[in-house]
């Protein structure tokens, strides 16, 4: 009985379907849909046409890749309507169809969401979703005036920046930073104070790539950060100045201007800062003998007042050749000045915790740094739409000198030890490349590339000592000189196509290395050459026009960066040094990641889940001694398997109240040894950021952020969680061409690292800040022919 009913509703209804057919003739209404922004097709947008008499919908249907759509009617009156997710909508009101009606090109404006540009107003930045990528806009971050950038990155979702300047990306260290897409000489390789050197008034907007495809450089095997810089094409004159002050002591001042007339466009950028901030913490360190008992005991505190001045200035010009070439070329040069003071004083207690000795270590650090950079871009393009052909040219050149007075002295005695250390670099890059892009049809492409990078620096550094300070004796096991040599050369083939809502995109890249590290005074030498292949994968799935799937993969590496390979690197905690290791090689890494984009009315959500794989970790270890001293020592440890889940939310509560979150959850296992001690350890960490910004009014705008990482587990120990609290206002004047701010960063000055490291032979604790978060600025900054992007409440944008 059942059976027969539903083959009876079967064909009741086919035919009800088939009484229209039989009725009249069909015909098809069809036309195009392009976006008003560049005249490019808009595809999988909504077509719906709707009977002019009761406004009943008769046929809707979605725009193929090239925009095309047709609709089925009958001959009668009708309106369109189009719609897309991020653009407002378009009606055409009054159709009359009397057969086949090609309607001809339809345009269609974005409105404050698109697709390819989904807009997340938050503490950190407006989020741009790309294909492989995410781009933070940080110049609308409140919070940002007389900042550095390694502020701006801290505030990024997936970045962290810890109190130590370290950056690190989903939990993972192996970080490639880049300015513009290439190598600069505002961020030297491994210098972890290059981030707090650099404005971040300069700074424009900010892409991390977490699974970056074989076009990249394979270094990095956590992800790619690219900074990029202001700079704007308008015609005539325009740009920007900015003025900040603020507590500690943080001065500044920067432009950023343009000149474009005809084929010439001129762009410069200076800023000049001069900055000073407190630091320091504790250390209470116990070590054991085999049998438990305490062998040693004491405390260190270190006091120190680190900053400076510094600036960089930027000349360049854009040459459009023709309308189909342009060449571009810059020079950009930095220097700094910093003076940095450093107070360490031990105190040793027996078991008792009885004071038997108190040593005071004063340390006067002058240090400078100049950097260089020159560039060279060649772009042509062709008739056939994203056909390209590009070429860069860049040299770098960075000279760094530090060099330190130290006075230790024993309290309740009469003889100072006297030490000086120096600590020189030269470094120079000279980077090729050239890449091109050919599109077959609108659908697929193939693109490939040459590169290659000769890298040089020249280190070294020395400790002298003695009772008097006029004649003072070289300390042997701190006296080297390094000489570095990496020598790259790669190529990459990346073939991509779109087949309806699916795109799929393979690469694959190869790189020879050559990489050769000597000491030169006691002739130790570490030579590598190897060749590597580094294929990626994406595949992208457009489930509706309002939700997307991603999969991606990519095989990558991280190279230890030099300091990791000098012996020596900074003398001012005796007790505790840093020491590198010339033997390091690379780790290497497979990464997956799965990614679900969905919008929503007022906002989006993106989830992704993410598995990396890596060999050879690098991993820093405490290594106690038999005299009470420790050493921080990088060795390839072993392997890492680490899985995550990462969700990034944004939405537009009301029309004045913007809220976002991301948060990352995290969980590794470390596998290795060295030395026969085994150090396996599993980690899980999480950290999650919340931004709330509010258009009080329409020139007045306060947003308030809240940042917390979770404890974790270590190797050897305990990281302890850290949070921030941090909030910001702006204000339009003078009739919008002007923008005051006022910004309160780690409020409650609670940004400090806080460790435990608990080995059977050692225990320590530590808290420690590199140099003081919290701090209060005001900033104003003046625009020149240059509008404000500003938001209206009804989402439109002007």
């Known amino acids: 009985m059942r059976l027969s009913t539903q083959i009876l509703l079967l064909l009741v209804t086919t035919a009800g379907g088939l009484t229209p057919h039989l009725a009249a003739q069909n015909y098809d209404l069809t036309g195009t849909l392009t976006q008003a922004s560049d005249g490019s097709a808009l595809p999988f947008a909504t077509a719906i046409a709707y009977d002019r008499a009761d406004s009943s919908m008769v046929a809707n249907t979605t725009t193929d890749l090239d925009g095309q759509f047709t609709l089925p009617l009958t001959a009668g009156d009708y309106y369109l309507v189009f719609q897309f997710l991020g653009y407002d909508n ?112 300069i700074i424009e907007s900010v ?18 950060i690219n900074i990029i810089l202001k700079k704007n094409k308008k015609k005539g004159v325009n740009g920007s100045f900015g003025l900040n002050a603020g507590y500690p002591e943080n001065f500044g001042a920067s432009y950023n201007l343009n000149y474009r007339r005809n084929d010439f466009n001129l762009f410069s950028n200076f800023g000049i800062s001069y900055r000073r901030a407190p630091g320091g913490g504790t250390n209470e360190q116990r070590f054991l003998d085999g049998d438990g008992s305490l062998r040693q005991f004491y405390e260190s505190v270190t006091d120190q007042d680190r900053g400076g001045i510094g600036g960089n200035f930027q000349l360049g010009t854009d040459w459009f050749i023709n309308d189909q070439t342009q060449l571009t070329g810059y020079l950009l040069y930095r220097k700094s000045e910093d003076n940095n003071l450093t107070d360490v004083t031990y105190r040793d207690f027996n078991a008792g915790r009885e004071l038997l000795s108190e040593t005071v270590r004063d340390v006067v650090e002058d240090s400078g740094n100049q950097n260089l950079e020159a560039s060279l871009d060649f772009k042509r393009t062709f008739d056939r739409k994203d056909r390209e052909w590009t070429a860069v040219m860049q040299y ?60 040089t620096i020249e280190n070294a550094f020395q400790v002298r000592e003695g009772l008097n300070p006029e004649n003072l004796t070289v300390v042997n096991n701190f006296d080297n000189e390094l000489d570095y040599q990496e020598n790259i050369s790669a190529g990459y083939f990346i073939a991509s196509g779109e087949f ?18 000597t000491l030169l005074k006691t002739d130790d030498s570490n030579k590598q050459f190897y060749f590597n292949l580094f294929p990626s994968a994406a595949f992208t799935y457009q489930i509706s026009e309002t939700n997307q799937f991603q999969l991606s993969y990519s095989r990558r590496l991280s190279r230890p960066y030099f300091r990791l390979l000098l012996p020596f690197s900074n003398f001012n905690d005796t007790r505790n040094n840093s020491l590198g290791n010339p033997t390091l090689r690379p780790e290497y890494t497979d990464s997956y990641e799965g990614g679900l984009l969905k919008y929503l009315p007022a906002g989006s959500v993106l989830a992704s889940i993410y598995y990396r794989r890596t060999t050879g970790v690098i991993q820093r270890l405490i290594l106690p001694a038999d005299d009470g001293t420790t050493i921080r020592f990088p060795v390839n440890l072993g392997s890492r398997d680490a899985y995550g889940l990462e969700l990034n939310f944004n939405y537009d509560l009301l029309p004045w ?42 020139k007045l705008q306060t947003q308030v952020t809240f940042d917390y990482d979770a404890p974790q587990n270590t190797p050897q120990g305990r990281d302890l969680g850290v949070y921030s609290f941090d909030v910001g206002g ?46 209060v600025t005001l900033g104003f900054v003046y625009r020149l022919n240059q509008a404000k992007r500003t938001e209206r409440p009804d989402g439109e944008r002007g």
């Open 90 to 201: 378009k009606s055409l009101p009054g159709i009359t169809l009397t057969g086949a009606q090609d309607i001809g090109t339809i345009v269609m404006g974005q409105s404050s969401v698109a697709l390819e540009t989904v807009t997340v107003e938050a503490e950190r930045s407006q989020m741009v979703m790309k294909l492989d990528k995410r781009v933070f806009n940080v110049a609308k971050d409140l919070t940002g005036s007389g900042s550095t950038a390694a502020d701006i990155l801290n505030n990024v979702p997936s970045v962290n920046v810890d109190p130590e300047g370290n950056v690190s990306l989903r939990g993972g260290t192996g970080v490639r930073i880049l300015v513009d897409g290439k190598p600069s000489a505002m961020l030297s390789s491994g210098d972890i104070d290059a981030l707090r050197r650099m404005q971040g008034d």
């Open 207 to 224: 892409e991390v790539i977490t699974n970056p495809s074989a076009r990249y450089e394979a270094e990095g095997e956590a992800g790619i």
């Open 396 to 455: 770098i050149l960075d000279d760094d000198l530090e060099l330190s007075d130290i006075t230790e002295t024993v309290v309740g005695e009469q003889n100072p030890l006297f030490q000086k250390s120096s600590n020189t670099e030269y470094e120079t890059n000279f980077l090729l490349q050239t890449d091109y892009v050919h599109p077959f049809n609108d659908s697929i492409k193939i693109e490939g590339g040459l590169r290659a990078t000769f890298r």
């Open 500 to 517: 309806g809502r699916t795109g799929v995109q393979l690469g694959l890249r190869g790189e020879y290395s050559d990489v050769r590290a």
């Open 657 to 698: 109240w913007k809220f976002s979150a991301d948060g990352n959850l995290y969980q590794a296992k470390v596998e290795g040894r060295y030395l026969e001690t085994d150090y396996s350890a599993d980690i899980t960490a999480w950290s999650a950021r919340a931004a709330n910004k509010f258009d009080v009014t329409d």
């Open 730 to 775: 702006s204000l339009d004047v003078l009739a919008g061409k002007g923008t005051l701010t006022l910004s309160g960063r780690d409020i409650f000055n609670t940004r400090i690292r806080r460790s435990v490291i608990d080995l059977p032979n050692y225990k320590s604790t530590s808290d420690f800040q590199w140099r003081r978060a919290q701090s």
